[in-house]
């Protein structure tokens, strides 16, 4: 049975959302693993949305561990937590000792994660574009898509290393980006830069709004299925390689569009 460790600030429905689908998926026997512990970076009474995580998490059985960053940074005479990354995540891995699990999910987990944390774990990152597209936050790839006018966008999963979401990529899937309902949002925007759109509509732009909804409906099952492979054994990382479950490096990401799309249909 996989073993795995959960990261997340907890802040909001998107959150909760994926430790909903993961946990419902073990409790149902679709997934053959155990969430060992959750860790947040706040603590219970610092925002409501963390502590509807945490009645969450309590509500599961899981045990919950937190470590308040911002806090910690006070406790520091302030300044940014970057400033604090590596001494906050060794006090992280101190209060995560006895815990060994083989498998650990950034699940809307607000911080960026030191060198030190990144080989203590073997970690996984969901980021809202394919392979080699856009980083930064997802805000900031839908604009990067719209600036373009890209044909398609995606998500994918990857080894979360000192490279702000530049890890090796594991799975990921696709969606286009034209066709009935796109095209008829892109018609309207024709010829406006994205900076006038930013400050006119902003995210409440149609065509943004839809890229969104279709790239969250399968941030989900991206990761659900993922977790399945690893699972299964159909994919592993050993020495920070991606292995297929033949012991042999992947040629590249496993495409899970078909498995992903079947869970929406």
Excluded at 16 to 24: H, I, N, P, S, T
Excluded at 200 to 209: A, I, R
Excluded at 225 to 245: H, I, M, P
């Amino acid at each position: 049975m996989l073993t795995l460790g959960w990261f997340s600030t907890g802040g909001g429905e998107g959150s909760r959302g994926l430790l909903r689908m993961a946990q419902e998926a073990i409790e149902r026997g679709k997934l053959q693993a155990r969430i060992q512990f959750v860790f947040s970076n706040r603590e219970p009474g610092e925002a409501e949305g963390s502590d509807l995580y945490f009645q969450q998490v309590r509500a599961y059985g899981i045990p919950l561990v937190t470590c308040s960053s911002q806090r910690f940074r006070r406790e520091r005479a302030g300044g940014p937590i970057s400033r604090h990354r590596l001494e906050f995540d060794r006090e992280v891995i101190r209060r995560l000792e006895g815990y060994e699990p083989e498998l650990c999910v950034l699940a809307g987990y607000m911080l960026i994660l030191g060198p030190e944390m990144c080989r203590r774990y073997t970690m996984l990152n969901l980021h809202p574009a394919l392979p080699h597209g856009p980083t930064g936050t997802w805000q900031e790839v839908i604009w990067k898509l719209i600036e373009e006018g890209a044909e398609e966008t995606g998500a994918f999963i990857h080894l979360a290393t000192e490279e702000l979401d530049r890890g090796p990529a594991l799975t990921y899937c696709s969606f286009p980006l034209r066709g009935d309902a796109f095209d008829q949002l892109w018609a309207r925007i024709d010829g406006r830069s994205v900076e006038d759109l930013k400050t006119n509509q902003g995210e409440e732009l149609s065509l943004f709004q839809l890229i969104r909804q279709e790239g969250v409906r399968r941030e989900r099952p991206l990761l659900l299925e993922t977790l399945k492979a690893f699972a299964t054994g159909e994919l592993r990382v050993e020495g920070r390689r991606a292995l297929d479950s033949r012991g042999r490096p992947l040629d590249g990401p496993l495409c899970l569009n078909e498995a992903i799309e079947r869970a929406l249909a």
